[in-house]
């Protein structure tokens, strides 16, 4: 479609494709190019959108299968496919969204039930970047039920169940970014080499590539580890994972690629991990095939051991460090816990493990390196016979942890989630965006659960330039006192040329939850996303994070909702080529989202900012910003 170009005063806009309606067209005065061919104006089960097209999949409807569709499909495009019909698999997507127009297959409930995949060699197939596939059911693929080999890809709001190989796998080659949120995985593996979740990476293509686990519920393998990676970067938050066969948890080497590529991180927060075999609850490393020097974070996680089982963590093949801060290791039944088997080839050669306010049962031999740990006979759990292990009013382990971790000197783990923010699931498939914030009373409790029902309350950290806010002493305001763009346009107002040191802020309206938008800063006027130097995204996943060089991070975890109001603020050093970044909103406390994050990578040079500019790329939504303020 050809694009539309907007201009109101200061702001200048460019759209995506434009609007595909005769009625439209005559009232705005613009051209459009016709429709494909293949595809009639009539056909009600493709509607043409601003942002892309939806087509619409079903028993009753034109399309019935979403093979007919996969070829057609754009950025920016929606297939929704209706729930409480069985659809075979052997699906195959091929074709590229963007980074800012996603290519999003959706399953839409009937009388409450998904639309089921099933059956083939993969039931679905994954084969392409930028991807969102969420609302279903997959079942029964002889070899993958899901088969991811793409890059940028989530997969949400799924149950992946009775796959008799693996339930989901990235593939060694041609996978990159990979993240589950919200997904159930049962009864799928097979043996010692087919697992539940197993993502691979190709860390030549993908050198930063992250996997990213959140919110999920594994349980009751056939076979192999419950969830094992080999992933660039893991960022294991808040799941509830039990019931694998060996590990639950496996963060290990790329499998046949240089292990001097990358350094293999893992970031393991605020997760339950239940055994019920005998292995190791968690292995990382390497496994003789996949060799690594990662650095490894263990942060307010509750290990639940059965009598006989093996270490909690396996240390294994080459590792720098490991730090655990807040755990919780208790064996159910009683007795003591070994917390670590050291199986590693240390790359300073000697162990470097730090742990801090991690609790263990009586009698267990604490690990060298570990200070303030707590030694109980009874942690205090609800009832840990039937999966509740929330804690008591009575816990001896409630405020006892620490509110800010450290890491091992020269090994400190990059952009860490700072502290956990949620409870994990309860031995169920949460509903999106239902995971409950974690409380704060007092102290930190150990564990993956916090005490209490009370709203959460956050304490930023201390910012290494003041952030007290005061009246800006120059305030600049955009021509529009409230800049709102449509999918596509983009909004930018100049300012006076910034080279040192300064703070902004914004009023920022998203009117979803998952808007995929940004407001930041530039030189010169922006029409395209690598443009932009300093910027808050406020994601499709319905989080808000900040640009770190090439990829988006954040401190601490940070979820908006659609209509509400946050105060975005910045505070940038154009110099250093660095910024921080808060989110306060409407009545609520400022966050720290960021401290020193660098400049997005393409704009690494860049000796001063002379523009804002916002953006959204959600077809039905909208974005806006009030109250630009500069000083």
Not at 5 to 33: E, M, P, Q, W
Not at 460 to 479: G, L
């Amino acid at each position: 479609m050809n694009s539309m170009i907007k201009s109101f005063g200061s702001r200048s806009f460019a759209a995506g494709k434009c609007i595909a309606s005769l009625a439209a067209l005559s009232i705005v005065g613009l051209g459009c190019a016709p429709l494909d061919e293949d595809i009639a104006a009539e056909d009600l089960d493709a509607e043409e959108q601003a942002a892309g097209t939806t087509y619409k999949v079903g028993p009753t409807r034109t399309y019935k299968t979403i093979t007919e569709v996969a070829g057609r499909l754009q950025p920016g495009d929606v297939v929704e496919v209706d729930g409480n019909a069985t659809y075979a698999g052997n699906i195959r997507l091929t074709k590229w969204g963007t980074a800012t127009s996603k290519i999003t297959i959706r399953g839409l409930k009937v009388n409450g039930k998904r639309p089921l995949l099933r059956g083939g060699t993969n039931t679905i197939e994954l084969n392409a970047n930028h991807i969102v596939f969420e609302g279903f059911e997959v079942t029964g693929g002889s070899s993958r039920c899901i088969f991811h080999h793409g890059h940028d890809v989530t997969i949400r709001d799924t149950v992946v169940h009775d796959c008799p190989a693996h339930g989901i796998l990235g593939a060694d080659e041609d996978a990159g970014s990979l993240t589950l949120e919200y997904v159930e995985v049962y009864k799928c593996g097979a043996g010692t080499t087919k697992h539940p979740i197993y993502i691979g990476m190709d860390q030549t293509k993908y050198p930063n590539g992250v996997f990213r686990m959140q919110y999920s519920y594994v349980h009751d393998a056939n076979g192999g580890n419950a969830v094992k990676s080999r992933a660039s970067r893991n960022e294991i938050y808040y799941n509830w994972i039990e019931g694998g066969l060996y590990k639950e948890l496996e963060l290990i080497g790329a499998d046949g690629q240089d292990p001097g590529l990358v350094r293999e991180d893992g970031d393991v927060v605020g997760n339950v991990f239940r055994k019920t075999h005998t292995q190791f609850v968690v292995r990382v490393g390497g496994d003789g095939t996949g060799e690594t020097n990662g650095r490894y974070r263990f942060v307010n996680n509750t290990f639940l051991l059965m009598q006989g089982s093996s270490a909690a963590i396996h240390l294994f093949d080459g590792i720098e460090s490991i730090e655990l801060h807040n755990n919780i290791f208790h064996r159910v039944g009683g007795g003591s816990v070994q917390v670590f088997r050291d199986d590693a080839s240390w790359t300073t050669g000697s162990p470097l493990i730090k742990g801090v306010n991690n609790a263990v049962p009586t009698g267990t031999t604490v690990p060298a390196g570990f200070t303030g740990t707590k030694i109980v006979s009874d942690p205090g759990f609800t009832n840990v016979n039937a999966r509740d292990v929330t804690l008591l009013q009575s816990s001896p382990l409630r405020n006892a942890g620490v509110s800010s971790t450290s890491g091992i000197s020269g090994r400190s783990f990059p952009s860490p989630l700072a502290m956990p923010l949620y409870h994990p699931p309860r031995a169920t498939l949460l509903a999106v965006g239902s995971a409950p914030r974690r409380p704060s009373e007092g102290g930190v409790d150990l564990g993956a659960f916090e005490y209490g029902t009370a709203p959460a309350t956050t304490t930023p950290t201390t910012p290494t330039t003041p952030t007290t806010p005061t009246t800006p002493t120059t305030p600049t305001t955009p021509a529009a006192s409230c800049p709102v763009v449509d999918p596509g346009e983009w909004s930018n107002a100049s300012l006076a040329a910034q080279r040192g040191k300064f703070t902004v802020s914004w009023d920022v309206t998203p009117s979803a939850s998952r808007i995929d938008g940004v407001v930041g800063l530039s030189r010169g006027a922006a029409d395209a996303w690598t443009d932009m130097a300093a910027i808050v995204i406020f994601d499709e996943q319905g989080n808000v994070r900040v640009r770190n060089g090439s990829r988006y991070l954040s401190d601490r975890a940070f979820t908006y909702s659609g209509g509400k109001t946050y105060k975005v603020r910045m505070v940038i050093d154009v110099a250093a080529k660095t910024y921080s970044a808060f989110i306060q909103p409407a009545g609520g406390a400022e966050v720290q989202l960021a401290n020193n994050y660098a400049f997005r990578t393409e704009q690494a040079q860049v000796s001063e900012l002379t523009n804002w500019a916002m953006t959204q790329t959600v077809a039905g939504a909208t974005l806006s910003a009030c109250n630009f303020a500069i000083r």
